[in-house]
């Protein structure tokens, strides 16, 4: 694991914004961190990169505890938290060259961020005239300079057109794909994430509701049957009679919980049978939008 907590707890006040929280980021994910605004998402970041002194827990990174390790620890991550630290009156390039000075690294890297994140053709105009979504290809750049070997990123799709979400998502595939990196990446938008995650951990009111790859979060959502019939009251009826949960009755159609295929050809028999009309019947998988609505949706306590 290249991220792994144990219990992390934070507190602003007496408010918990973080509850015991144990995170399991694998070498190489994309790691969708997904939750509501106010979720305790950055404070979680912020907590993993030291920024917020944690106050109960354990933090692994990279396998060796925070603790005794910090600074080996925090060489190898990047971060872009909120805005980028861009200097506006200085171009795309310069401020990648101003960083690898301070940081002493060479300066062939510079060019070589700058085609990683697609902004050689834009290197020489100045920063402050960049698009908001190019501002954040330029502040990955510059979290990227170092190498590290985790990039860790909080909501950097914010604010962008579906073409800045689209080159951002393309560059962190690349990075974790052909440059063996680990993203880590927070969201409140689980359309977006799943677009790009192999991982994803959902956390709400400082609760981790749900942590997994992001085909066992799509497994386990139940997948229904949808039917176009008449009289959807009365034929519901005779269903749930028959055993099959309704979980839906519209005025043109019903909604069962998929069982099989088979009972799925019973039911259409069954209608027609008892003179019930079928216009259509197919199967339906629950979406990740509705899925998450349903396992954020519970209360604060
Ligand atoms: N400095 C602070 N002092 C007191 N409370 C804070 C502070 N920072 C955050 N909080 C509270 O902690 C909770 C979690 O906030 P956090 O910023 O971690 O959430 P988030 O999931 O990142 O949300 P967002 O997407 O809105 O940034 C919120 O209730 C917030 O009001």
Known sequence: MVIETKGLTFNFGNQTVVKALSLQVPEG??????????????TTIKLLLNLLQT??????IFGLDFKGHRKQ??????????????YAH???????????ILLQIPESR????????????AADKKAGNYSLGMKQRLGIALAMLSDPKLLMLDEPTNGLDPNGIIEIRELL?????????????????????ERMATHVGIINFGELLFQGEIKELQSISQPMVLIETDNTVDAANLLTKNGYNVVEVKNDHLTVTYQSKEKSAQINSLLIQNAYPVYSLHKVQKDLEKLFLDITQKPAN
Request: proline letters at 3%; charged letters at 20%; aromatic letters at 4%.
């Open 29 to 42: 994910s994309i790691y969708g961190f997904l939750g509501p605004n106010g979720a305790g998402k950055t």
């Open 173 to 193: 595939i690349r990075l974790t794909t052909q440059h063996k990196k680990t993203v880590f990446i927070s969201s409140h938008l689980l359309g977006e994430i």
């Open 73 to 86: 620890i925090l060489a190898q991550i990047g971060s872009l938290i909120e805005q980028p630290a861009i």
């Open 110 to 121: 510079v060019d070589e961020m700058l085609t990683l994140v697609k902004l050689t053709a």
């Open 55 to 60: 106050q109960q827990g354990d933090i692994k």
């Open 90 to 100: 200085l171009t795309g390039k310069e401020n990648l060259l101003n960083r690898a």
